[in-house]
């Protein structure tokens, strides 16, 4: 599974972000798909996710602020952040989780910054 991230860049505190991940590859044995993100600092932390049922996961840090979405015709997912505060500046990856026959495997995105100016 090979996963591409679109979106980021600079934005303004107060705006909203907006990001999308394109699987590709054996998408078929993709179960949940989702963001993550690590700012300066800081460990890794999970967003927010979505399974191929349409059942969502999202952290307490974002939730209220957060939207994640899925279109399994076309493989991808996104995610839209509002209220964005400077401390929502992190690099942000997608991830793909497949089964392949009972084996658990993580992918991720090349990760995409996102700056929040004050």
């Known amino acids: 599974v090979q996963l591409q991230a679109s979106g980021g860049g600079l934005v303004q505190a107060g705006g909203s972000l907006n990001l999308s991940c394109a699987a590709s590859?054996?998408?078929?044995?993709?179960?949940?798909m989702g963001w993550y993100r690590h700012g300066p600092g800081k460990q890794r932390e999970f967003l927010a996710s979505v399974s191929n049922g349409g059942g969502t996961a999202v952290d307490n840090s974002v939730k209220g602020r957060v939207t994640i979405a899925r279109d399994n015709a076309k493989n991808t997912v996104s995610l839209q952040l509002n209220n964005l505060k400077p401390e929502d500046t992190a690099v942000y990856f997608c991830?793909?989780?497949?089964?392949?026959?009972?084996?658990?495997?993580?992918?991720w995105g090349q990760g995409t910054q996102v700056t929040v100016s004050s």
């Open positions: 590859g054996s998408v078929l044995e993709i179960n949940v």
């Open positions: 991830n793909a989780v497949s089964n392949r026959g009972g084996f658990i495997t993580p992918y």
